[in-house]
């Protein structure tokens, strides 16, 4: 089975363009979560869905920040405009719904550079 | 809001020496999650721990939840280079779903 892929691996950007990041989670799986990874600050949670509906998106830095998902099969972070400090990479998750949460399948990342 | 703090932040040891990273929460968790990611590489799930005082083992690897479900510890023994990577841990926030990350402990085995 096809894990966790993310779009694009890499992305090389100027400070002001649009960034748009993209998902494909496990099939069947009821969460989805995109989280941020930094040397400074770690892996941090910036939103997460559950079937399809954003539950919290409290860590989703400020309006340029944006996430969608208009189907099981698919969830997009948006960036506008990007500034240098959002370089990091991006990680999107998905997991079962156990009553709790069920253990992350992470995708392999989307390493972004803003210059 | 809730806090997982995680030590030490980096630990070099020498090949067949132990290694334990620790795990703490700021309010109580109803479960907490270990997860390895290898150097360039991503988060992958290594273990769920559920019950106050639960140990769990695989191979040379012990896993332990405190009895008050605020704290938790991974203990490799006799390391071995393929263990190289960072060790997180991570706790729920108290709303379904969420997830909190530790910082991570990055661990070197020098061979």
């Known amino acids: 089975d096809a894990g966790v892929i993310q779009s694009p691996r890499h992305e090389v950007t100027e400070m002001g363009q649009e960034v748009t990041l993209r998902c494909k989670p496990i099939s069947g799986h009821d969460y989805l979560f995109w989280y941020r990874q930094t040397m400074m600050r770690g892996l941090e949670l910036l939103i997460y869905f559950n079937n399809n509906v954003p539950i919290d998106d409290s860590g989703m830095p400020e309006d340029r920040f944006s996430a969608k998902m208009p189907n099981a099969s698919f969830s997009t972070l948006k960036i506008q405009p990007s500034e240098p400090r959002d370089s990091a990479v991006y990680f999107c998750a998905s997991s079962i719904d156990r009553g709790h949460p069920g253990e992350l399948f992470f995708g392999e990342g989307s390493r972004l550079t803003v210059l | 809001g809730q806090q997982v703090m995680q030590i030490p932040q980096y630990q070099h040891v020498q090949e067949g020496e132990d290694f334990t990273t620790y795990c703490n929460s700021s309010t109580t968790l109803s479960n907490i999650q270990w997860y390895k990611q290898r150097p360039g590489g991503h988060p992958v799930f290594l273990i769920q721990?559920?019950?106050?005082?639960e140990v769990k083992k695989q191979k040379r690897l012990t896993f332990q939840f405190g009895e008050a479900k605020k704290n938790s510890s991974l203990h490799i023994t006799a390391t071995q280079t393929t263990d190289v990577g960072t060790y997180f841990c991570a706790g729920d926030g108290g709303s379904q779903g969420n997830l909190i990350f530790g910082k991570g402990t990055k661990l070197s085995v020098k061979p």
């Open positions: 721990l559920v019950k106050s005082g």
